[in-house]
């Protein structure tokens, strides 16, 4: 069953998003290309967000080993940390969970570091105006194949692959929750009906290429198929009476 939040339940939620917000802020700004590795990225979200109170939503989660999916070029989701540097040039997906109070949010935002190609450039583009495309359906009374159309639509498109292995999901007091797929493909009208109060994950993953995945020896770590870039952008999304609202802004 769809736990619906109240408004101060939302809020709550609004607060660890905030946090999430913020680290994944600072951490885009601390990297340093030739330098920063994905392993110093995840210590500084940790940092960030046990300072404000908070734990990270994603250690321990189902046995994985880091505070942060830092995720580089070709790796779709799930990156886990290494210490290899971050390069003039990568596209960088950090990922980030935080808990506060028992409330969790999500968020994820894909960065260009430095000069990147127009092509990554574009394929960035595409994936953060499809999320905007999918928030724009969570409303009352639309059903989640809405967003997952409308995703799906926006960026076939233009010619990218939106991948299939991997969804969004319900969110609050757990990090995964009813409604436990939100996809970023499917049919219009579909679904379960949104409801005022659900909370969900809406997080478009899109590849250069074909929207195919491979799943690497860590069990963990997601790649594109075919070697080519792959973007992801996430927001926590709260359905209200007013429309969509974003939990996860600084």
Known sequence: MIYLKSRSEIE????????????????????VPGKTTTRD?????????????????FMNYRGYSANTCISVNDVVIHGMPTDDPIMEGDIVDIDIGACLDGWHADSAW????????????????????????????AKVGNRIGDISAAVQKYVEKNGYGVVRDLVGHGIGRKLHEEPHSVPNFGKAGKGEVLREGCTIC?????????????????????????????????????????????LTLE
């Open 41 to 57: 990225l995840d210590a500084l979200a940790e940092r960030i967000i046990k300072e404000a109170g908070a734990v990270p939503s």
């Open 202 to 246: 809406i997080e478009p993953m899109v590849n250069e290429g074909t929207y195919r995945v491979k799943t690497l020896e860590d069990g963990w770590t997601v790649k594109t198929a075919d070697g080519k870039l792959s973007a992801h952008f996430e927001h926590t999304i709260a359905i209200t009476k007013d429309g969509p609202e974003l």
């Open 12 to 31: 709550m939620m609004r607060k660890s998003g905030k946090i999430v917000a913020k680290a994944i802020r600072e951490c885009y700004e601390a990297i």
């Open 110 to 137: 894909t960065f260009g570091i430095g000069k990147i190609s127009p092509e990554a450039q574009r394929l960035l583009n595409v994936t953060k105006e499809s999320l905007m495309q999918g928030i724009a359906q």
